[in-house]
């Protein structure tokens, strides 16, 4: 079955970095586009990053510039890195894999806390 598993989220003061990583089975990778979405208590879940199976990336206008969205095709994972970190980072991070709207598939959840 499919698999996302997120790893590399904690606790990091204003300022700092973090690097997320999803591992992704069950799917054939380089066919997805892969995208890093946040979900704060009470919001809804927004899109942070995107990175297309052709290596297209579109980013939220908050966090142009500060993250980056990358793959390894050849490891089956995609990684936000994450600089600059504001609290309003602060966020459960969630992994998706999409090819159509009847394939998509998520990750169970990463938190993010930016606190000093």
């Known amino acids: 079955q499919v698999q996302l598993v997120e790893s590399g989220g904690g606790l990091v003061q204003p300022g700092g970095s973090l690097r997320l990583s999803c591992a992704a089975s069950?799917?054939?990778?380089?066919?997805?586009?892969m995208g890093w979405y946040r979900q704060s208590p009470g919001k809804e879940r927004d899109l942070v990053a995107v990175?297309?199976?052709?290596?297209?990336?579109k980013y939220a206008n908050s966090v142009r510039a500060r993250f980056i969205v990358s793959r390894d095709n050849a490891k089956n994972t995609v990684t936000l890195q994450m600089n600059s970190l504001k609290p309003e980072d602060t966020a459960v991070y969630y992994c998706?894999?999409?090819?159509?709207?009847?394939?998509?598939?998520w990750g169970q959840g990463t938190q993010v806390t930016v606190s000093s």
């Open positions: 998706n894999a999409r090819r159509t709207q009847w394939q998509s598939y």
């Open positions: 990175i297309s199976s052709l290596g297209d990336t």
């Open positions: 069950g799917i054939t990778f380089s066919r997805y586009d």
